[in-house]
């Protein structure tokens, strides 16, 4: 497996970003990756939304956009794998490049503009694993060209509720002119309400499907006051902190890649991320548990997200720059914190840093 993993991951070091994203696809769905991986520690299992995870670690959206490969990923190791972003109808996205890595960074901008090969094309993947376990994530958006993109989500919902274990409302790619505009306060409002709606019309066949909103680091703490507000009011089930920014910190040693238009993901975006995580947690008071996405590279990382308020966490970019074993890794440095510090599971630590971390100066 080590040999398999050192292989691929001198490939994709060497391509175009684009295109060594293909190959991993294309790796994972030949099963050229065997699942010889150990059991994960019962420390790292987690209960949410009525569910056991085996960990809390999952592979973001962005990366298996059409659900190709979900139980493939599932068997590298990850706790849970959100597909998508799924629109409606199938569309292309926005012209290549569209995908740039910031290696002296370990950051990567993505404007790919939600290229999907449609609901369609994803339910009919989706329902050829049915029967396997496993938590698969849907994440939902809108298409480019939408009259009505409300709709668009309400019609997701109802299509995938009996296949997905959970949902994400997206409204905050950077990429697709004017979707963060739905996470202002009013229209956020109608659009939740519609979606929950949506949901409850479909129980009786599809049961309760988890609805998450993901929300755009790049808010401000007015606004995340206000999205939170909604959130609790609409009772969703869970948030995602957080999407790509479109920030370019000043510390970026990339400056000529950084210019380039799009969504900054990987270790650029931790603190800016985290802190929004922290922000999120403090406003929610446990009214439901989050999710925190940006820059997790580590276990170190992956524990100071926790501690910033994240009962599951997710990451993407990371793998470009540290390769699959980083999943494992991750697992193996939070079961040996728990052990060293005399904890059983990582629930303890949710959170526990959200006050210090929201009194600190802002990340810029
Ligand atoms: C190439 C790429 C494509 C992405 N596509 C999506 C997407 O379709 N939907 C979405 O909600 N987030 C998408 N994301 C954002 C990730 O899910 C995640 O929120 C973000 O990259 C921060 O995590 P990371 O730093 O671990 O990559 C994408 C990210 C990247 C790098």
New binding site residues.
């Given amino acids: 497996m080590a040999a398999w993993y050192s292989l691929i991951d001198l490939v994709l070091a060497r391509l175009d970003a684009e295109a060594a994203?293909g190959v991993a696809l294309r790796a994972l769905k030949s099963g050229l990756l065997p699942a010889d991986r150990r059991a994960d520690s019962p420390s790292l299992a987690v209960r949410v939304w009525g569910r056991s995870l085996p960990n809390p670690i999952g592979l973001?959206?962005?990366?298996d956009?059409n659900a190709e490969v979900p139980d493939a990923l599932l068997r590298l190791g990850f706790g849970f794998v959100?597909v998508?972003?799924v629109t409606p109808r199938p569309q292309s996205g926005n012209p290549r490049p569209r995908?740039f890595r910031l290696d002296r960074d370990e950051?990567?901008i993505?404007r790919?503009g939600?290229n999907s090969d449609g609901a369609e094309a994803v339910l009919r993947r989706l329902a050829l694993r049915a029967h396997l376990a496993g938590i698969v994530g849907v994440?939902v958006?809108a298409n480019k060209d939408s009259p009505d993109r409300v709709a668009d989500y309400v019609r997701l919902i109802e299509t995938f509720a009996p296949l997905a274990s959970y949902f994400?409302v997206?409204v905050?790619?950077p990429n697709t002119p004017g979707l963060r505009n739905l996470q202002q306060g009013h229209i956020l409002d109608d659009l939740l309400a519609k979606v929950i709606d949506a949901r409850e019309r479909v129980r009786e066949k599809a049961g309760d499907t988890p609805v998450l909103l993901?929300i755009a680091p790049d808010l401000s703490l007015a606004e995340l006051d206000e999205v939170v507000h909604v959130a609790r009011s609409r009772r969703v089930d869970g948030m995602?902190v957080?999407?790509?920014t479109l920030a370019r910190p000043s510390t970026l040693r990339e400056t000529a890649r950084a210019k380039e238009q799009g969504?900054l993901?990987?270790?650029p975006?931790?603190r800016l991320?985290t802190r929004m995580v922290a922000e999120t947690y403090v406003r929610v008071e446990g009214a439901f548990p989050l999710i925190g996405?940006?820059?997790?590279?580590s276990g170190g990382a992956a524990l100071t997200k926790i501690r910033a308020g994240a009962s599951l966490i997710?990451?993407?970019?990371?793998l470009t720059y540290k390769g699959l074993r980083l999943v494992e890794d991750i697992k193996t440095d939070l079961a040996s914190t728990l052990l060293r510090t005399g904890r059983e599971t990582l629930s303890e630590i949710v959170g526990a840093d959200a006050a210090t971390i929201t009194a600190e100066d802002w990340p810029v």
């Fill in positions: 994203h973001a959206a962005g990366f956009k959100e998508g972003t995908l950051g990567v993505n790919f939600f994440n958006g994400t997206n905050s790619s993901k995602i957080a999407n790509t969504g993901s990987g270790r975006l931790f991320s996405v940006g820059g997790i590279d997710q990451l993407y970019s990371s």
